[in-house]
Nanobody, 123 residues
Framework: QVQLAESGGGLVQPGGSLRLSCTAS????????YAWFRHAPGKEREGVLC????????QYADSVAGRFIISRDKVTNTWYLQMNNLQPEDTAVYYC????????????????WGQGLQVTVSS
């Protein structure tokens, strides 16, 4: 059974940084897309970034351009979301996701989800 374990959320001041991690267990990788989504209060859940099995990256949220970076470690089955210059509007619950299809902004593409991490950006 596939399980995704997230870590790294928390409270940070505007302009600060956080790195989220998502480690998968229970399956052999390299056939999937590896994504991060977020769900802010009062908004729909939205795709943020995704990294394909070949390493290509896709950005879905324009507001994170130049600030957020997605990466992946194939050896440990872990992918990361490095978030820099965080702003209050980045406050949300962040979810990692993966599945049997490649990257997409559509959350229904993904079969497996992490438990969600609260990220709060506030002074």
């Amino acid at each position: 059974q596939v399980q995704l374990a997230e870590s790294g959320g928390g409270l940070v001041q505007p302009g600060g940084s956080l790195r989220l991690s998502c480690t998968a267990s229970g399956f052999i990788l390299d056939y999937y897309g590896y994504a991060w989504f977020r769900h802010a209060p009062g908004k729909e859940r939205e795709g943020v970034l995704c990294i394909r099995s070949n390493g290509a990256r896709e950005q879905y949220a324009d507001s994170v351009a130049g600030r957020f970076i997605i990466s992946r470690d194939k050896v440990t089955n872990t992918w990361y979301l490095q978030m820099n210059n965080l702003q209050p509007e980045d406050t949300a619950v962040y979810y990692c996701a993966t599945g049997t299809r490649e990257c997409s902004y559509n959350e229904h593409t993904y079969d497996y989800w992490g438990q969600g991490l609260q990220v709060t950006v506030s002074s």
